[in-house]
C-alpha cells in the first residue's frame, strides 16, 4: 500500500509516528509548536517547543538533552544558520561519545532546509553538508524522495548518534509515492541504484539525482545506458554500491550542488581511483556548482546548479560511439 | 556539610593539584589547568548536591570531580592517557566526565558547560525525573554569547539549573576587569530575571550556605539560580604558563586568604580540630594521591586499536 504525498508531509508523518512510537522524542524550534499545532495537540507542548531565535543554545540543549535521556529533534530551519550551531554539533555531539570513552550517546537529529532554486541568496541557501561529513562521530542524510525523506528520518530519530538532516527545499513540495507505515524504515549507510546501466554511473544525492535521471533519459536516447546511483546517506558512505558499479560501467560522473573544493564528489572521486583505478576507462568527472555563494538571481542560479545537458556532454565527450544495441 | 570532611577533601584537592604541578615542572607531564586556590568554592557547592544531581564544569574541573568523589587514581590516569581513567585515555585533563558521578560534561571549549546545561535539566524535567543540574563556569565563559543564551533559555523554560560561576578573576591571560564593565556576572543574570547571588568563593561556609539555600529553591520551583563564587586562581592559566602575567602584589592578598587556610582556622578556632589532627589529614591526603600516582604509572596504556572505537554508539 503507497500513498502519494509531499516530501514536507512525509517529513511530518514520520515524526509523528516516530513520536507516537517513542516519548522520549521531542521536537523544538523556532516556530515548530506555532506552525503545527497538530503536533502540539497530539503530543503536548512539553514535546514541541517553541525556542527563542538563538540556534547555538537550541543545538546545546538538544545536545544536553540527548546526553540525558531524551530523543531531540531540532529544527534549525536553513542550513547557514548552522552556522551559529556549529560549536555544539561539532564540538560536543560529535566528540563527546569519544571523549568520554564511551559514557554517553547522543541520539539527535538536526533539521535544515538547503538547495538552490528558490532565488533567496547565499545566507538562506547554502550546501554545507561537507563540513559535517569531515566531523567525526556525526551521520549526514540528505534525501531526494518522499519516500526515503520519511524512511530515512524514521531511521534517524531511532539512531543513537548525532544525525544532521538536510532537506533540499526545492524537493520539498515535490509530490512522491510513501509506502504505509511499518515497512518504511530506510536504513542509513545505503546507497539507493534509482535506474539500472551499463555504461556509465552517475552518482548523486539530494536534487541532483533528479538532474541525473533526466540525464540518462537523455542518453538513453542516445543509445546510452547510464546507472544512477543515489548515495542517500553521506555519512556513512555506501561506497561499495558505487566500486561495484563503476566495476561494470568503467565511466563515472559525480553530480552534487554543492562545490566542488573538498565536497562529497572529491572523497567518491578519490574512493574510486584508489579502489578501482583499473576498471575506470576513463578520468572520474565532478558536475558542482562553482566555489561562489548562491546567487539569488533565477538566471544566476540556475547557471550556479548543476544541469543535466553538462550530464551529457560529460558522457558524450567519452563516448563518440553509441553503444552496441 | 560536615566540616571534617569538607576540610578532607580540600586537602584532597590540593595534594592532587601540588602533585600535578610538581609532575610538570620535573616534566616531560601532560598539562591541565589547576583548580589551586577554588577548592572552597568546589566543595561548598558540591556538598549541597544529592547523588542524583548532575554536573556540568569546565577545564579547571579537578576540584568539582574530587569533591564528588571521583577517584584521583583514574584522574591521574586519565590526564595520564591511560586505559584506566574515566574516559579510558580519550579525555586527558580537559574533558573528563564521569557518568556514575553525574558528571556529563567537562566542557574545553569555553562556555560549552552553558551550551549543554540547559538541556541536560530538560531531560531531568521531562523525564520527570528528580535531581537539579549544577553548570560550573568561568567569568571568561559569561563574556561568550552562549551564557545570555543559556540563561535566558533556563529561565523562560523554568529548568532547574545551578549556574555557579567561579570568578577567578583572570580569563586565560586577560585581567577579568578588561572584559567588563561590571564589577559582577550576577548584575548580568539580574536582566533575564533568575535570582541571583555573589558570594565570598573562597569561604567554604559561605559558599555552602549560599548553594544550599539556591538548590532549595531549584528544587521547589523548579527554576535556575545564577551563584557567582569570588575566587582567584592561585597559580597560572595552565601547567606551561610561567606566570609572568601575575605580580606578587596581585598575588597575595588573595594567597592570604587561601581557603583551605581560613577553613583550618575556622575550625582550630571552633576546636573542631586539633593542630595535630590537621597534621593527620594533611598526610592522609598526601598518602593517598602518592598511592593514586603508583596507580595510575602502573596503569597500561590503551592498545591501539582503541583509537577507532567509542566514535559511534
Ligand atoms: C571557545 C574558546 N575560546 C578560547 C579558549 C581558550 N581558553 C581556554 S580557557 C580560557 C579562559 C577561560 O576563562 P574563564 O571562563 O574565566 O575560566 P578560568 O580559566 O578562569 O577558570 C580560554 C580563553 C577556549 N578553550 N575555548
Known sequence: ?325 | MNSIQALQRMLLIRAYEEKLAALQAAGPFPMSCSSQGQEASAVGVIAALSSEDRILTNHRSAAHLIARGADPARLLAEVMGKATGYCKGKSGSLHISVAELGVVLTSTIVGGELSMAPGVALARKMRREAGIVACFFGDGAACEGIFHESLNLATIWSLPVLYVCENNQWQAFVRRKETMQTEHISEWGKGYGLPCQTVDGNDAHAVHEAARAAVAQIRDTGKPFLLETLTYRQRGHFSGDDEAHISDAERAPWLKRDPIELWQSRLLAQGQLQASDLRGLKDEALARIEEALAQAQAAPYPSPEALLTDVYA
Not at chain 1, 50 to 79: F, H, K, Q
Not at chain 1, 112 to 117: I, W
Request: net charge negative.
Open chain 1, 1 to 325: 500500500m503507497t500513498t502519494t504525498m509531499t516530501a514536507k508531509a512525509a517529513l511530518l508523518s514520520a515524526l509523528h509516528e516516530e513520536m507516537t512510537r517513542d516519548d522520549r522524542v521531542m521536537l523544538m524550534g523556532e516556530g515548530v509548536a506555532t506552525l503545527h499545532p497538530d503536533l502540539v495537540m497530539a503530543f503536548g507542548a512539553d514535546r514541541v517547543r517553541n525556542t527563542p531565535l538563538a540556534e547555538a543554545i537550541m543545538a546545546g540543549c538538544a545536545v544536553g538533552a540527548a546526553a540525558s535521556g531524551l530523543r531531540p529533534v531540532v529544527d534549525m530551519l536553513y542550513a547557514p544558520f548552522l552556522t551559529y550551531a556549529m560549536d555544539a554539533l561539532v564540538n560536543s555531539a560529535g566528540k563527546l561519545r569519544y571523549m568520554s570513552g564511551g559514557q554517553f550517546s547522543f541520539p539527535l537529529v538536526v533539521l535544515a532546509n538547503t538547495g538552490a532554486g528558490w532565488g533567496v541568496g547565499a545566507q538562506h541557501t547554502h550546501n554545507l553538508e561537507a563540513w559535517f561529513v569531515h566531523s567525526p562521530g556525526l551521520k549526514v542524510v540528505m534525501p531526494s524522495t518522499a519516500a526515503d525523506f520519511k524512511g530515512l528520518l524514521k531511521s534517524a530519530i531511532r539512531d543513537d548518534n548525532p544525525v544532521v538532516f538536510l532537506n533540499d527545499m526545492t524537493l520539498l513540495h515535490q509530490a512522491g509515492e510513501v509506502a504505509e507505515p511499518d515497512d518504511m524504515l530506510v536504513p542509513l549507510g545505503q546507497a539507493k541504484v534509482m535506474r539500472a546501466g551499463r555504461d556509465v554511473t552517475l552518482v548523486s544525492y539530494a536534487k541532483t539525482v533528479h538532474t541525473c535521471m533526466a540525464a540518462a533519459e537523455v542518453l538513453a536516447e542516445r543509445g546510452l545506458s547510464a546507472e544512477v546511483i543515489d548515495l542517500r546517506t553521506l555519512k556513512p558512505l555506501d561506497m561499495e554500491t558505487v566500486l561495484q558499479s563503476v566495476q561494470r560501467t568503467g565511466h563515472m560522473v559525480v553530480v552534487h550542488e554543492a562545490g566542488p573544493l573538498c565536497g562529497v564528489g572529491a572523497e567518491v572521486a578519490a574512493q574510486v581511483a584508489e579502489r578501482a583505478f583499473g576498471a575506470l576507462k576513463a578520468p572520474v568527472r565532478r558536475i558542482t556548482s562553482a566555489d561562489v555563494p548562491t546567487p539569488a538571481s533565477h538566471v544566476l542560479e540556475q547557471a550556479f546548479l548543476p544541469q543535466a545537458d553538462q550530464i551529457v556532454s560529460a558522457v558524450m565527450a567519452w563516448v563518440s560511439q553509441p553503444a552496441a544495441a
